[in-house]
C-alpha cells in the first residue's frame, strides 16, 4: 500500500488529506510539528513510505530546512531521496525557487486543491519510473551494440560488457565512467560511490545518461524532472548542476563530468 507522511499543524488540512488518500486506497501519517520528523524516519513505520507531504511554515521549525536535512541524514537510506512536495502559503517566485532548491520534488500553494495534490505525487513517480526505463533501454540498445561489435571483432581478452542489465538495478559504461543505478532504494553509484543527491538532482542526471552525447537544454532538463515546469525557473537547473558538480568531485576532484556548452545546455561529453 502506497504510504504517505503529511507534516502540517493545520488540522482541517490534515483529515481532509486524510479522506483523499484513503479514497486512493493509501495509508496517511499525519504529525503537526517538525521536530517529530527525524525520529519518525528512523522507525520501522517508515520503511514503507512513498513520499512526504511537507508545510514550508511549521510551528516549531522551517519545512525548508527540514528538507535540507532529510536530504542530508544518510542513516535513514533511500528515505533520504523520498519525493518531497512541499505545502506553501508563499507564492513568490523566490520562495518557490528556495524549496526546489533545499531538495523538493514539487510544491503546492495554498489554497489548493487535494485531488491536483494527488496528481503531483503521482506524476513524480510516474516521472521516477519512466527516467529509469527510459536510462535502461538506452543502456540496453548501447549493450547490445557493443556485443555486437564484439563479436565481430572476437575479441578474447576475456573482459566483460560494459554494460550490464540485472532486473531493474542498472549499471553501465560510457565516456563519464562507470554508474550503477538501483530504484529500489533510489542508489545512484559513480565509480562504486554512492553520489549523495536530491531527488531532483539524481533525475538530472539519469536524464543526462540517457543519451550522454547529447546536449540538454535547461528547459529539458526542467521538463524531465517535472511534470508541473514552471520555465521561469529554469535557471534553477544550474544551482542543481553546480550541487551535483560537487557530489561528483568528492568522487574524483580531477575529472570533468558534466559539461556546460554556452549557448545551450549541459551534456555529459565535452563535445
Keep these: 500500500m502506497t504510504h504517505i507522511l503529511l507534516v502540517e499543524d493545520d488540522p482541517a488540512i490534515a483529515m481532509s488529506l486524510k479522506v483523499t488518500c484513503k479514497r486512493e486506497g493509501w495509508q496517511m501519517t499525519w504529525l503537526d510539528n517538525a521536530s517529530s520528523v527525524l525520529p519518525m ?14 508545510d514550508v511554515g511549521l510551528p516549531d521549525g522551517d519545512g525548508l530546512s527540514l528538507c535540507q536535512q532529510i536530504r542530508h541524514t544518510p542513516d535513514i537510506g533511500r528515505l533520504k531521496d523520498i519525493p518531497v512536495v512541499f505545502l506553501t502559503a508563499r507564492s513568490d517566485e523566490v520562495d518557490r525557487i528556495l524549496g526546489l532548491e533545499m531538495g523538493g520534488d514539487d510544491y503546492c500553494a495554498k489554497p489548493f486543491s487535494p485531488r491536483e495534490l494527488v496528481a503531483r505525487l503521482k506524476a513524480i513517480w510516474r516521472r521516477e519510473q519512466l527516467l529509469f526505463e527510459q536510462s535502461a533501454a538506452a543502456a540496453a540498445v548501447t549493450e547490445a551494440a557493443e556485443n555486437a561489435n564484439q563479436h565481430l571483432s572476437a575479441l578474447s581478452s576475456g573482459s566483460t560488457p560494459a554494460h550490464h542489465l540485472s532486473g531493474q538495478a542498472l549499471s553501465f559504461e560510457c565516456q563519464s565512467g562507470i554508474w550503477h543505478y538501483q530504484p529500489l532504494n533510489y542508489s545512484l553509484m559513480w565509480q ?8 531532483t538532482e539524481r533525475k538530472i542526471l539519469l536524464t543526462l545518461l540517457q543519451a550522454p552525447n547529447q546536449v540538454f537544454s535547461r528547459e529539458q532538463l526542467l521538463n524531465a524532472v517535472s511534470d508541473y515546469p514552471d520555465h521561469r525557473l529554469a535557471r534553477t537547473i544550474d544551482s542543481h548542476i553546480k550541487s551535483i558538480r560537487k557530489q561528483l568531485a568528492i568522487v574524483d576532484p580531477s575529472r570533468d563530468v558534466i559539461y556546460t556548452h554556452r549557448g545551450l545546455g549541459y551534456a555529459l561529453c565535452p563535445a
Excluded: F, R, V
Design 41 to 54: 524516519l528512523h522507525s520501522n513505520e517508515a520503511q514503507d513510505l512513498s513520499a512526504i507531504i511537507l
Design 192 to 199: 562504486d560511490t554512492k553520489l549523495e543527491l536530491s531527488n
